[in-house]
Every structure is written in structure tokens, then in C-alpha cells.
């Protein structure tokens, strides 16, 4: 029998892939099969009808997944949906319940016959983060990139606090970057700024974005100058920003990302408006709490 050639939705979910002959083996004493599906959404209801024997679902990462199959992101991966020789689903109950969501078909390799305590050593590996897609893929400072374009993300999803832990599949992020080809060329000025004011580079990064984007001259300036405190004086903006930066150093709850960039974006507020200012505060909680602060 001659294998057939598999379609290119193998690589992205679209149309239905031919199927590939059902392999069976005996591993050890026990008979396991091997056939590539195309998983609709009734068989794979009818698939978590078994899920009696699993970890608890996440629904986030459901919600994720069922985002990237909806879109046609989903790559087929090879990795399988798994069942025990008791017919109990062993693994794969987040991207059935996900193709349930998204309503779609997703062509998927599907294991029977494992032992039971084969779920003991499903996912135990470490996981493959964004950084590591990226640094595959030959960018530099991966690390850094990966931590901008998930707050690019996050940005342009309106998401502004604690931006830093947006949720995002890797499709989506790969997307933004795509979108995005500038972004590589911002973590280089963005490290150097950092160093010279004491702040996460992250945080410099994202507001050099968001701040490029609203007027380029005066982002550069506005950074050339957090950077290296030339020619500043006491009132000026940025001056102030730099000083809040000392002060609140190693102060418990003024630290946090979403805090400094709150801090960073009113300097800039101020900076655009010719404002002399003082030291920045932003109260984010408390009786009387202040709004996330608009860039202008």
C-alpha cells in the first residue's frame, strides 16, 4: 500500500487530509495503534466522553487554542491524543474541548492502547517558550524581543496593566511580529536607555513603541535623554523621571512593570507639553485610584 502524500493543511488546519494507514506495534507485551484523524467536533465530544482520569482543564488555555484553530493558525505538530488500554484519554483534552469551541476539524494523530501510567510522564518536559521560537528562527536578543511583541500584543489588545503576562499562543505572537518589523530594531536603543536610567528594559522598549508611534523625533530625543541625563535640569520632565527612578528604587510595590511604565508615560505627557514637574507618583489602588495614564 503506498502512503499518501500529506496536504499542506497538515501544516495549518484547512481542508481535511488524506488519512494515513492505521499502524499497530506491540510495545512491551502491549498492542498500541497509531492513525491520523481528521478530529471534527463531534468526535472529539465523543473523544472527552473518556476523559474520565485527567488533570483539571485550564479554560484559558483552551480559549487559546480554540483562537489559533478559528484563525487557521493551528500547525499540526504531531503531537498525538493519547488512550490508555482501559479507554480512559490519556492526553489532548485541551484541543478537543478547544476544536469544540472553534468548531472546526483539525486533522491529529491518535494513540491507543498505552499503559495507564504512561499519564504519568505526559508533558513532563520543559515547555517550548517564545524566546525559544524566536532564537530558532535566528533572531538576536531573543529573550527581549519575545517580552516586546507579547506587549505589543497586549497593547494592541487594549490591555495595558500587566502586560507583561498577556496571554497569547505563539501564532499570535509570531502574527504581531509579523506585523511589526520594527520591533527588532527598538531592543537595542531600548537595553541602552535602560542601563543609563535604571529601569527593566522591557518597560523602555514598549514606550519607546508606543511613543514612536505618536511622534518618532521626540520618542528619541525623550529616550536619548532618560538615558544619559544630559543637559537636563531640575523640574524638566525627564530629569524628574530619572530622579522618581532613583528614589523609588527598592521601594516594595513601586517596582512593579506596570507601575514604571504608568510613571514613564506621564513623563512623556509632560515632556510633550512643555510641563515643569516634580517627583511621579501613580496610584493604581485605594480610595481615590488614578486611571491608567493615555499617552499623548
Not at 208 to 231: A, H, K, P, T, Y
Not at 270 to 294: D, H, I, N, Q
Amino acid at each position: 500500500m503506498t502512503t499518501p502524500t500529506l496536504a499542506p493543511s497538515m501544516r495549518r488546519n484547512g481542508a481535511p487530509v488524506p488519512p494515513l494507514p492505521r499502524f499497530k506495534a506491540d510495545i512491551n507485551g502491549q498492542t498500541v495503534t497509531v492513525e491520523l484523524i481528521n478530529v471534527t467536533p463531534d468526535i472529539a465530544a465523543e473523544y472527552l466522553t473518556h476523559n474520565t482520569h485527567n488533570r483539571n482543564s485550564r479554560e484559558r488555555q483552551i480559549k487559546l487554542y480554540a483562537a489559533d484553530m478559528a484563525a487557521g493558525d493551528w500547525s499540526f505538530t504531531g503531537a498525538p491524543i493519547t488512550f490508555a488500554d482501559t479507554g480512559d484519554l490519556l492526553d489532548g483534552q485541551h484541543r478537543l474541548h478547544a476544536i469544540v469551541m472553534a468548531d472546526v476539524t483539525i486533522p491529529l494523530l491518535v494513540i491507543r492502547g498505552l499503559v495507564r501510567d504512561a499519564q504519568d510522564d505526559t508533558d513532563g518536559g520543559i515547555p517550548r517558550k517564545f524566546y525559544d521560537v524566536l532564537g530558532l528562527r535566528g533572531h538576536s536578543n531573543a529573550s527581549h524581543l519575545a517580552a516586546l511583541t507579547r506587549r505589543v500584543t497586549a497593547w494592541e489588545a487594549g490591555v495595558y496593566r500587566n502586560c507583561n503576562n498577556y496571554p497569547a499562543t505563539h501564532a499570535q505572537l509570531l502574527r504581531t511580529l509579523e506585523a511589526h518589523p520594527e520591533l527588532p530594531e527598538i531592543i537595542q536603543p531600548a537595553r541602552s536607555a535602560a542601563s543609563g536610567c535604571g529601569l527593566p528594559a522591557s518597560v523602555v522598549a514598549i514606550a519607546m513603541w508606543v511613543f514612536s508611534n505618536i511622534d518618532e523625533e521626540d520618542s528619541r530625543f525623550f529616550f536619548d535623554r532618560l538615558g544619559d541625563g544630559q543637559n537636563l535640569a531640575k523640574g524638566d520632565p525627564i530629569f524628574e523621571l530619572r530622579r522618581t527612578i532613583a528614589t523609588t528604587a527598592g521601594v516594595k510595590g513601586e517596582r512593579n512593570q506596570t507601575y514604571l511604565l504608568a510613571i514613564v508615560i506621564k513623563a512623556w505627557n509632560a515632556y510633550r507639553a512643555g510641563e515643569t514637574v516634580g517627583l511621579y507618583r501613580w496610584r493604581p489602588g485605594g480610595s481615590k485610584p488614578e486611571a491608567f495614564p493615555e499617552p499623548r
